[in-house]
Every structure is written in structure tokens, then in C-alpha cells.
């Protein structure tokens, strides 16, 4: 069966962007729905993406959203929120974007009798996972694979580089104005993976049945640490710079004082604790069908050194 009117929640964002650009070019109709219509003119070159001005965590607004479409893509998720108080395991941003909306979709699609979801999560998720951000993406995924009624693929990136991530563009920035860089979990390790490959790998399940029911590790062809990372960030941009790894402790005194910077926070504790679980493929890892991954060499050097 082909899936031909796709809703895309978090369509207009890094990732969502091109997930909407390979699906238009298979003249399937997307709708995108936003709260600020002008976050989602970027979209409006694609003939069949449909911008919508709407509050998803509205439910009568989401399950007429919903009513519209035969299969949902999920990608809405938030890096940062304020700590947990006692009694929960993630702060109040992770349970509305996370917990709180797969909820509403899973009740959205049982009323419009809509089957079939794509569901963005992470790597490293666990119900006991060291961070927030980890737990809450677990949750997610246990309401929506609980589901009795959904055709649901899960799938879990790594870091996504790519031209316009906040990322590698973050760390040769950084590195653009400050002699030295001190930072936490130096040692974490990642798999980046190219933001393109993960939108080809988002649209090449949503018809196929055999993929029902899994779960995917989205990763590039290499591990890195985040201290070989920003080496590359610097060195492809013509800045690199020195840095200087911080223990545990002061990391998250670091990113303590850095989640009160305006205009929301580059480091935050939970992201430190986030670091503690490698960001990598495991041993038992599925791949998407026919994956192929775009070495982050062939690519970030050309977008960095713009910079």
C-alpha cells in the first residue's frame, strides 16, 4: 500500500525539512503544521507540502490534522527542559513535547482510524537511562509501541550533520571567536549520521510493511569522539582551536551557568548526562533496508569552510 498524504509533525524543522523535500519528490501530499507560519515558508517551493498554522497539542486540533493524513511522521522533540521535581523523571518540557504528545497522537490515530507512524526517537533511550532527555524518549516509545492498532517504525540517529545543523556549525563557530575551548564529556563517543540519509531512510519505510513493528539505528559509517568532533569542526572551518576536557563535575557546573545564557542554553546538565551513554549503534543494532551511509568527510568540509 502506498501511503499517499503524510502528516508531518516537526516538519519545518533541520530534519523535518528534508524528510518534506524527498517526500514531495515522490508527489505525496505533506502536510506540515506549525505554530509560526513564517518558521515554514522555507517549504512553500515544494508543490505538494501543505503548511497549516495549528497548535499540535491542541487534541481536537491534532486529531483533525490527523483525520486528513493515511500515515504520521513524528519527529517532534526538544534537547533541552527545566529539571525534574520530585516524583518525576524528566522536567515538564520533555513530558509535553515527548510524553505528553505521543499520547495525543496514539489517542488522535485510534479515533481517525490511522494506522501507520514513523516515530523519531534517539539512541541510548531507557526507562533508567542517566538523563532526561533519555528517559522521556523512552517513554515515548513504549506508548507508541504499546499500541495494538499502529504500524509503527521506530527510528534512533545519532548526531545528523549537515548544512544547516547545530552541530559541527555550533563547534566551528565556537571556535571561530574563542582561543580555547573547555568542555564536558570529551571522551563521549557518536556515529553522525547525514541528515539526507536519514531523510531517505525515513521515506523508504513508510509503504513497507516489513519494517512494522522494528526499531533502526540511524548511523554514519564512524565513531567519533566528541573531542575528535570539534577538531574536525575546527579544522574544516580554518579555526581550530585548542580544547581542554572537563571532568564530570565541573561539566555540569559549566553547563549549569550556561543554561541561563539568553536565548536558551548551548550545554545543558542533562544534555552532560545525555553524554554518558555513547551515542553509537549497538551490538544488536538493526540498519534500515538497502542503508548506505554518507561518510561525514565527504560532506561536513564543504559547508564548514563557509564558515
Known amino acids: 500500500m502506498r501511503h499517499e498524504s503524510i502528516l508531518l509533525l516537526g516538519g519545518s524543522g533541520f530534519?523535518?525539512?528534508h524528510i518534506a523535500a524527498q517526500l514531495a519528490a515522490t508527489g505525496r501530499h505533506v502536510i506540515v503544521p506549525t505554530r509560526r507560519y513564517d518558521r515554514a515558508r522555507h517549504l512553500l517551493v515544494l508543490p505538494t507540502v501543505q503548511i497549516v498554522e495549528a497548535d499540535i497539542m491542541d487534541d481536537a486540533t491534532l486529531s483533525s490534522l490527523v483525520q486528513r493524513a493515511d500515515a504520521v511522521i513524528n519527529l517532534v522533540g526538544v534537547l533541552h527542559s527545566q529539571q525534574s521535581r520530585a516524583g518525576s523523571k524528566w522536567g515538564r518540557d520533555f513530558e509535553r513535547a515527548h510524553v505528553e504528545?505521543?499520547?495525543k497522537l496514539v489517542r488522535s490515530c485510534r479515533t481517525q482510524n490511522v494506522r501507520r507512524c514513523v516515530h523519531m526517537s534517539a539512541l541510548g533511550v531507557g526507562l533508567n537511562a542517566p538523563s532526561m532527555y533519555l528517559r522521556s524518549k523512552a517513554a515515548a516509545e513504549k506508548i507508541i509501541l504499546e499500541a495494538p492498532f499502529l504500524d509503527v517504525t521506530i527510528m534512533r540517529p545519532s548526531v545528523v550533520f549537515g548544512e544547516e545543523d547545530k552541530f559541527l556549525n555550533l563547534f566551528a563557530k565556537l571556535q571561530k571567536f574563542m582561543p580555547v575551548l573547555a568542555l564536558g564529556g570529551a571522551d563521549a563517543k557518536?556515529?553522525?549520521v547525514y541528515v539526507k540519509d536519514v531523510a531517505q531512510a525515513f521515506v523508504s519505510v513508510i509503504d513497507n510493511q516489513q519494517?512494522?513493528?522494528k526499531t533502526f539505528d540511524l548511523v554514519g559509517p564512524s565513531v567519533y569522539t566528541l573531542r575528535e568532533l570539534i577538531k574536525l569542526a575546527g579544522m574544516y572551518s580554518g579555526h581550530e582551536r585548542p580544547l581542554i576536557g572537563l571532568p564530570h563535575f565541573l561539566a555540569k557546573l559549566q553547563a549549569w551557568m550556561l543554561?541561563?545564557?539568553p536565548g536558551?542554553?548551548?550545554m545543558s546538565r542533562d544534555n552532560?548526562?545525555?553524554?554518558?551513554?555513547?551515542n553509537v549503534a549497538g551490538p544488536r543494532s538493526?540498519?534500515?533496508p538497502d542503508w548506505k551511509a554518507t561518510p561525514l568527510e565527504a560532506v561536513a568540509p564543504h559547508y564548514l569552510a563557509r564558515d
Open 15 to 17: 530534519i523535518g525539512s
Open 101 to 103: 504528545l505521543t499520547r
Open 190 to 192: 557518536f556515529q553522525p
Open 211 to 213: 519494517t512494522y513493528g
Open 259 to 261: 543554561e541561563f545564557m
Open 264 to 266: 536558551g542554553p548551548l
Open 272 to 278: 552532560v548526562d545525555s553524554m554518558q551513554v555513547d
Open 286 to 288: 538493526q540498519l534500515p
